[in-house]
């Protein structure tokens, strides 16, 4: 009989679902996410985001390229597995001069190209030459800037030349010098007379030899570098048009001259011989060595990028630098990258191996990583949902706190909130260690840099709940009753809102907020909902009213002036606030001129500090990276940025030395990290 | 006839694929956005280093022109996003995962749907038909994001039985899911319009004429029923077929498939114009040429359409 035959189907399939169901609650109770097998040998499948945009270092930007980068290539520094410092990677050392303006580096011998090449200082003048190129439009170069005449060649800027004399002009005779709007940007805060060439000469001659002491030989393009900033101005008619109406006077100074277009070898990048590399910049630039692992500044071979072209990074033509190199590539389906014999370190690589898998749906790679074909993700790839039901607890959840911030900006262009004491007593009345155990995913950070992730750096102390303090600062700013008090009833409730752009965890964070508001003072300020693109504008317009929340920003490296310099820019830029102020921009300046590092992190802290004090925004988390790795996969990190270096990874087959926890990051000493336990 | 019917269909497609295309570039460009743009703000000078590059400083009738030039010579150019694939490469690799899914979901689809519903239509109100009607009804209204992680639950995540996602090859366990879940809702529109088709076929003159001729309830059932019974069958296979080989979004996505339907959500999430315009230049000539190729069938399948 069919009928039967039907139900019985049925209930076959009805029962396998009960089973499966009870299967799951079984699951539930182990320590592990799911099936614990290791996979066969040292290879190591892993999720590293969406399908990487370019394996071209200098052509990504994002994190998921990062990643794939640090297996494919090798940089002057890499990051450290924990702290994600610089460590030395192709550059065996360097040396940094005292206002950080130039840094040395000294090149290992032994580094090779995976096809057996040698890498010189030759190498990176190419490499980093190459990423400034105008026709490539690399979203990265912008973090290079800070190199001598970068942002000029990169924005098509050229060098004003007397015709009769062969002069170039200097930037300080285009006054006011700090306010110059050109192509360049090189503001520079030299004095407003310039002293003679042949002062400026000895002078010179005197800070270069002792300069060449400690690092490397004097060359005249060293001099160069080092001879006063030379004026830039956009190298096209049209720019220089614009350029010339905001600033008559430039007009004048520079009629009857002509124009140099900057080229890639005017760049502060010099190969002193084949194994010193001198880069120099355009202002003290401590915090340049942090941004060196970044893959922009990763070494690619030129015959190989100049003989196929945007090809060079297909598996038949691909030649690279790092650890491993690419043996085959599917895009949206995997990238195996194997072993690389010529890599300087190779004997210390453990892993045969790297599968990445690109994938962008956050429940598919769970059910990867649960059903045992993935053996770690990057950050942020557990779905709330999963957390709450308990993935947070077990042992191969990884959480750390991740080198960002999120915070809320304050427009302090409109009242009332361009009182300094009502953005401080907004500021006083949040509670976030409440809002950081509600998000699940994110602690609480009542500074605006990041606390406890920057090694050494003394986080100044931030806002905390302070009802009584609030309220008394808004009594202050005028909003008291007869007697003194604060009356929320006085607050301008209709000139404030918090526009937040769309998203769920967006609009749970700005409800948390406002509800805190109204039971601690009070005062109910409304939400606003803003789709992105409008969000954008009228952030960078400073058109909202009070509150933008929703901003993040995640630090390009690890030192705090990736989020202090957000408000070094008045107009455009992330600032977005309104807030500027020059005793802050000179506060980080001099902090930059330090050279011990203790020393200028102390001054930096002091400049938060100021930050926090004017408050141009409201403090409110730091993200943890939440990501998973099975107990057997060691040598990888939650470290702030999750960029692992993959040579310290390896596969751990012995069940008894198994991670039961999220690994140590408390030792940071990279020979403990580097041996295999 | 028929060949004047065909070239005259064929001569119709190509200024309809144009429009479609014209109007998907004027789109994109309504859409905000732009396929460089990210969460940080990027400095002025770099985004127009960037639109030099890719020509975006250019008035729009000269980008126009050259993406219908591009579009003549039947070369979509590079995708934006991933600078070093072309679009026609893209196509070419995308197009025999989607279809492999597409087809076999398919003809899973057919063989239990058009039995069933076949089955169904012989013993009308049995408890056959009530059980598979039923399930018809349930595979219509499951929405295959609903499905598809239901499957995954039970037989990846719960019996570790098959792999929960991923691509591995023609054949491999990995397609079993997606397959199952692509294939649940034609299954159960074939089944109900195979019974709908044969019911009405089964009540008709010549169905009596056949049994009054004495043939065996096989011979009438095989030979004269299905054929008039399936068409309904055959004008839902165009399209049906059309859209599952040019890939299907939202299981590609639950499932990692690199497909078709994946990369054109992608594309649009990226703003890649070139790879925009690629797919659906490709999405709308497949639905154009599967909607002729029903069309050509039916006049071999029912005797009584003339062209």
Redesign the interface.
Known sequence: M??SK??RV?AFVLS??L???S??TQ?KKSEFF??IDPPAGQVLRYITG??P??L?PQ?S??QPEARIDMALYDGLAEYHPKTMEPIPAIAERWVIDEDATEFVFFLRHDAKFSNGDPITAQDFVYTIRRGFR??????A??LG?DIQYA?AY???GAFVRDPQTGRFLLASEAAPAGEAKN?GGEATTQPAAPPTEAEQEAELRKELSRKGEEAAPDTPFHHFMHSPARLVVPADEKGREKTFKADPKLQALVAGKEFVPVRAEDIGVEAVDDYTLRITMRQPAPYFLGLVPHQFFRVVPQKVVERYG??W??PENFVGSGPFKLQEH????NLTVVRNPYYWDAKNVHLDQIVF?P???Q??MM??Y????VDATYNHTVPASWLKSGVRFMKDYMDAPENGSNYWQINTTKPPMDDKRVRRAFNLAVDRKALGDYRVVSKPNSSFVPEGILHGYPSPPGYTLNVEEAKRLLAEAGFKDASGNFDPKKFPVDQVEIAYNTSESNRQIAEFVQAQWKQNLGVTIPLRNV?W?TFQDMR?KLQYKGFAGGA?WSGDYMDPFTYLSLFTTKE???NMTGWYDPKFVRMLDEANRQPEQAVRYQMLSKAEAYLLDAAPVITLLKPATSWMKKPYVKGMYPNPGTLHAWKYIYIEHDQAKWDQQMPDMTTDELAAVAAKE | MKFRFIVRRLIVTVPMVLIVITLTWGLIRLAPGNFYSTEKKLPPAIEKNIRAKYGLDKPWYVQYGRMMWNIVRLDFGNSLKYENETVNDILWRTLPVSATIGLLAYLLALVVGVLTGTLAALKPNSKLDYVSMALAMLGISLPNFVLGPILVLVFSLSLYWLPPARWNGFPSWNLVLPVLTLSAIYMAYIARLTRAGMLEVLRSDYIRTARAKGLSERQVVVRHALRGGLLPVVSFTGPALAILISGTVVVERIFAMPGLGNYFINANLNRDEPLIIGIVAFVSIAVLVFNLLVDIAYAFIDPRIRY
């Not at chain 1, 105008?134 to 979203?139: C, G, W, Y």
């Open positions: 069919p009928d039907a139900v049925v396998a679902a089973l499966a169901a299967c799951t699951a799911g099936k969406s399908e945009e370019s071209d052509m930007s994002g105008p026709e490539l439009a690399a979203r170069a912008y800037y942002e990169n924005s098509l192509a945007v090809n990074t297909k599917r895009p949206y389906n898998y994938l962008e749906d429940t598919t059910n990867l649960k059903a045992g074909e789709e693109k960078s993040g455009g830029g992330d």
